[in-house]
C-alpha cells in the first residue's frame, strides 16, 4: 500500500459510493489508508476496495480521526451536518451533495474547467456539482472558452438512478409490473398499476413515462433542480449573469442523464469550428456522424468516464446559437468520478506542500561510491 493522504469514503455503500470504490481501485493509487463509512446501519459490512476486503465504520467523530480527505457521498443533510466535523479534524473534504454548492466560500469545482478554484476553500470544503451539471460542464465550458457564452436553455433527460440507490429500485420493480401487459394505453393505467407505494421517489410513474419534474418546488414554479443547474452553472464558468432556463425531467433510463441545449455565444458560430474545439477538449468525446447513425444516447454511454456530444447543429433561425445532444454516466462524471478527480487533486496539492520525500537512508554497510 502507498504511504500516500488517507481518505474517507463517505456513503460507501450508495449507488455513488459503489462507482467510487470501482474507480478508487482502477485509477493510480496515491492513497495511504481508505476507510470506509456508511450509517450504523451499515456498520461491520465488507466491501471490496483495491482487490482488498475493508470493513465499513459508522460515521462519528472517530471516523474521521488521521484522515487527510473525506469523499462525503451521502444525502445532503448528512453532509450539512458531519462535512464541518470532518474539516475541523483537519481534512479537506470533497462533497457531492447539494448541502454547499451555493455557499460562497465553498469553491464548486469541475476539473476540466475550473481547476484552480480548488484551493481557495476556506471552509476546507470543496463541492462537486450537481449531476446534470456535470454532464453540461464539460462541453459548455470548451464552448464558452472558444466563443463566449451569452445564454443556455435547456432540457434535461434525467436517469432514475440520480435519485439513488432505492430510486433505480423502483424504476427496475415498475417495469417488471408493467411488462408483459397492455398498460400504457389508456388514461392513468400505469399510475394505478404502480399504485403510491410503487412511485419510489418520483412525482409520477417512470416505466412507460416521463416526468417533468426533478427536486423540490421553489419559487414561481421553477423546481430546485432547474433553479440549481442555473446557479451553478454560473458559478463554475464565472458568469454570474448568465442566462439559463432549464426544464428538467425524469426519464425510464436506468442510469445516464442526456441534455438537449440551445447554447448562444457572442457572435457567429460554425459547426466545423464547434467540431474542432469538442474533438479537442478534456473530458468531451464528440460522436457527432447523424448519416450514419452515430450519436450518443444513455444506454450507451454508461459505465464510461467522459461526456459525449452528438447533434451539433446552428439554429436555423440564429448564426449565434448551436443545438447539442449530450449525455454522460450520472455515476461516474456526474458524482464519483468528478469526486475522485477532485480528491486526486488535493492529494497532489497535500503531497507537494510536504516536499520532497527524505531519501530512504543507506544501510550504513553499504560500500560507498566514488573515490
Ligand atoms: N446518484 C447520482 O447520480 C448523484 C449524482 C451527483 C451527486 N449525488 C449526490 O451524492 C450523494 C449520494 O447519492 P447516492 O445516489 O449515492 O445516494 P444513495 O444511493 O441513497 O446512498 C446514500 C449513502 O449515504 C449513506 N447515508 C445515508 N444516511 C446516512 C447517515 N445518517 N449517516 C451516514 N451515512 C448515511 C448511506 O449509507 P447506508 O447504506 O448505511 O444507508 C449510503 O451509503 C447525495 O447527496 C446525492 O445528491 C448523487
Redesign the pocket.
Known amino acids: 500500500m502507498s504511504r500516500g493522504p488517507a481518505l474517507a469514503v463517505?456513503?460507501?455503500?450508495?449507488?455513488?459510493?459503489e462507482v467510487m470504490l470501482r474507480i478508487l481501485s482502477q485509477h493510480a493509487d496515491v492513497w495511504g489508508e481508505i476507510r470506509l463509512?456508511?450509517?450504523?446501519?451499515?456498520a461491520g459490512r465488507k466491501l471490496a476496495v483495491r482487490g482488498e476486503e475493508c470493513e465499513?465504520v459508522?460515521?462519528a467523530d472517530e471516523a474521521f480521526d488521521g484522515i487527510d480527505v473525506a469523499l462525503f457521498?451521502?444525502?445532503?443533510e448528512?453532509?450539512a451536518r458531519?462535512a464541518p466535523v470532518a474539516a475541523a479534524r483537519g481534512a479537506v473534504v470533497v462533497d457531492?451533495?447539494?448541502?454547499f454548492r451555493a455557499d460562497p466560500e465553498v469553491p464548486l469545482v469541475v476539473p476540466e474547467v475550473n481547476p484552480h478554484a480548488v484551493r481557495l476553500r476556506p471552509r476546507g470544503i470543496v463541492a462537486?456539482p450537481?449531476?446534470t451539471t456535470?454532464t453540461l460542464a464539460p462541453v459548455i465550458g470548451a464552448l464558452h472558452a472558444g466563443f463566449g457564452l451569452r445564454e443556455l436553455v435547456v432540457a434535461s433527460y434525467q436517469?432514475a438512478?440520480?435519485?439513488?440507490?432505492?430510486a433505480a429500485r423502483a424504476l427496475r420493480e415498475q417495469i417488471s409490473l408493467v411488462a408483459d401487459s397492455d398498460l400504457g394505453t389508456g388514461p392513468g393505467d400505469v399510475r394505478r398499476a404502480v399504485g403510491e407505494d410503487g412511485l419510489g421517489p418520483f412525482s409520477g410513474p417512470l416505466a412507460l413515462n416521463v416526468v417533468p419534474w426533478t427536486g423540490e418546488l421553489l419559487g414561481d414554479g421553477w423546481s430546485s433542480e432547474e433553479l440549481g443547474l442555473r446557479e451553478e452553472t454560473r458559478k463554475v464558468l464565472g458568469l454570474p449573469g448568465l442566462r439559463v432556463a432549464a426544464t428538467c425531467v425524469r426519464v425510464p433510463v436506468l442510469i445516464s442523464h442526456s441534455l438537449a441545449v440551445h447554447a448562444r455565444f457572442e457572435g457567429e458560430v460554425t459547426v466545423d469550428r464547434a467540431h474542432e474545439i469538442l474533438a479537442t477538449s478534456p473530458g468531451v468525446v464528440l460522436y457527432d456522424q447523424p448519416e450514419v447513425g452515430d450519436f450518443p444516447t444513455p444506454a450507451d454511454v454508461v459505465g464510461t468516464d467522459p461526456v459525449w456530444v452528438g447533434r451539433v447543429r446552428r439554429a436555423p433561425d440564429d448564426p449565434t446559437a448551436l443545438e447539442l445532444f449530450v449525455c454522460g454516466d450520472?455515476?461516474r462524471k456526474?458524482?464519483a468520478l468528478n469526486s475522485a478527480q477532485i480528491a486526486e487533486m488535493v492529494a497532489a496539492e497535500l503531497a507537494a506542500s510536504a516536499g520532497p520525500s527524505p531519501l530512504p537512508a543507506e544501510p550504513s554497510s553499504a560500500p560507498s561510491s566514488g573515490g
Do not use: F, I, Q
Open positions: 463517505v456513503g460507501a455503500t450508495g449507488a455513488v459510493g463509512v456508511a450509517s450504523p446501519r451499515s465499513v459508522a460515521l457521498l451521502v444525502p445532503g448528512v453532509s458531519w457531492s451533495s447539494p448541502a462537486s450537481h449531476d456535470l436517469a438512478s440520480g435519485a439513488g440507490r432505492d450520472n455515476l456526474g458524482a
